[in-house]
Nanobody, 113 residues
C-alpha cells in the first residue's frame, strides 16, 4: 500500500522557517510526481507545490518565492522548505502523489507569536 508520512511541523514565529519531510513507501517514488497541499482552518485545500519525477517544480502563488519543494529518491523522501512564514501559513500540510492522489496524514504548522 502507498504510505506517506509527513513530519516537521510545529510552532514557529512569523518570519521563521520550517522544513517538512514526507517519507514515502509502497510506491516507486522515482517515477512518481509529488505535491504539497495545505488546508487552513475554515478553508479548502490549497495546492502549494509539485515536483515531477524529472525534478521539475512548480509552485502556487502562496508558495512562490518562499517555499521550495525537493526530493531525494534514494531516501524515499520529499521535502518542503518554508521560509519567511506568515500567520496565514497556519494550516495542516499534506504530502501527496499526483494522478492518482494518495494523501499522507498531514502535519500541523502553526505560525504565531
Amino acid at each position: 500500500e502507498v504510505r506517506l508520512v509527513e513530519t516537521g511541523g510545529g510552532l514557529v514565529q512569523p518570519g521563521g522557517s520550517l522544513r517538512l519531510s514526507c517519507a514515502a513507501s509502497g510506491l516507486q517514488l522515482s517515477s512518481t510526481h509529488m505535491k504539497w497541499v495545505r488546508q487552513a482552518p475554515g478553508k479548502e485545500r490549497e495546492w502549494l507545490a509539485t515536483i515531477l519525477s524529472t525534478g521539475d517544480t512548480d509552485y502556487g502563488d502562496s508558495a512562490k518565492g518562499r517555499f521550495t519543494i525537493s526530493r531525494d529518491n534514494l531516501a524515499r523522501s520529499v521535502y518542503l522548505e518554508m521560509n519567511n512564514l506568515k500567520t496565514d501559513d497556519t494550516a495542516v500540510y499534506y504530502c501527496a502523489t499526483v494522478m492518482p492522489t494518495f494523501w499522507g496524514q498531514g502535519t500541523q504548522v502553526t505560525v504565531s507569536s
